[in-house]
């Protein structure tokens, strides 16, 4: 099995310590059926890159990236939003959108991010 080259993360990570950004770095982890549910919602279809190299990234994140790691399987965005939050240090500021604009617009962010 082929592991994610760690050169390649080790050097995006020290750039930004180099230039001494504030980093915390999380790893938004789920099992591998929850990934491909997610794939598929995304119209991903076939034997796309994200489903051929599936074992081999959850194999990178088990071994390899060992940051903080947030199940996400059973967690809304607004779960994971306030645990990042919270582990940071940081306030979050009211969503003063109501559910429905907010639907909507996680339904935009998922079309463009399918294009």
């Known amino acids: ?5 760690p050169q390649y993360y080790d050097e995006i990570i020290q750039r930004l ?6 980093l915390k770095h999380f ?5 591998k059926a929850t990934l491909l549910k997610r794939l598929n919602k ?6 796309t890159w994200a489903k051929r190299n599936i074992d081999r990234c959850i194999h990178a994140f088990d071994h390899v990236i060992t940051e903080t790691k ?6 809304s965005i607004d779960d994971v939003v306030e645990e990042i939050a ?3 240090g940081v306030t979050l500021l009211p969503d003063k959108r109501g559910r429905i604009k907010k639907e909507i617009d996680r339904a935009v962010a998922m079309i463009k991010h399918i294009r």
């Open 1 to 5: 099995m082929t592991i994610v080259n």
């Open 17 to 22: 310590l180099d230039d001494g950004a504030p």
């Open 27 to 31: 790893i938004l982890y789920a099992s």
């Open 42 to 47: 995304r119209f991903e279809g076939g034997r």
């Open 70 to 75: 947030i199940m996400t399987d059973e967690k």
């Open 86 to 88: 919270a582990k940071s």
